[in-house]
């Protein structure tokens, strides 16, 4: 058995544990941004909160195992394309991350105040402010770049930022597409 292969199998399960927590805080957010009562609203963010907290692992999992691969390549291995932005994409999803944390974290203290009031009351309107639900929408399609770099292993530095930047832009022009639908728009 290879360890590179090894290293590369961890590489794809880290892929599929972060798309999968990345459906179950999509998921949780829908559902908090629905809840009727206060007390809803907390347990489906709570729900976010515990599903994003793999996101970091992943990242660190990503950059673990991604290193390690490339030592078997070799010292040139460092400055091709697709690991600089992978590197980018890394280091952008963790400031992202970071961010909506921080965010995340001051949504739950507004909603246990809420719940020591009345947990049955009411859910205030939780539609979050643009920027904020830009975010996810711009680490998908990161994200995306990031496989396809890693898959397509451009040399060139800029194309391969460039397929993060496009990854970026298409993943924000099918959610504002989407967004702007009236198949979508609640009644």
Excluded at 100 to 108: E, P, S
Excluded at 163 to 168: F, N, R, T, Y
């Amino acid at each position: 058995m290879d360890s590179y292969r090894i290293a590369l199998f961890l590489h794809v399960v880290t892929l599929v544990v972060a798309a999968s927590s990345g459906a179950v805080t999509k998921l949780a957010v829908g559902r908090r941004i629905r809840a009727r009562s206060v007390g809803e609203a907390l347990e489906w963010h709570s729900v976010l909160v515990s599903a994003s907290r793999a996101f970091p692992l992943c990242l660190a999992s990503f950059t673990i195992t991604g290193a390690y691969m490339l030592s078997r390549a070799g010292a040139h291995a460092w400055t091709n394309g697709f690991v600089v932005s992978g590197l980018v994409g890394v280091s952008f999803l963790l400031g992202s991350g970071t961010y909506l944390g921080i965010k995340a974290k001051a949504l739950k203290q507004v909603l246990e105040n809420l719940a020591t009031v009345g947990a049955d009351r009411p859910a205030p309107s939780l539609v979050p402010p643009p920027f904020v639900a830009k975010l996810p929408v711009l680490n998908a399609g990161v994200a995306l770049g990031v496989i396809f770099d890693m898959v397509t292993k451009p040399a060139s530095i800029l194309a391969a930022l460039a397929a993060l930047a496009i990854g970026a832009l298409v993943s924000l022009m099918i959610n504002r597409r989407r967004v702007s639908s009236p198949s979508v728009l609640p009644a």
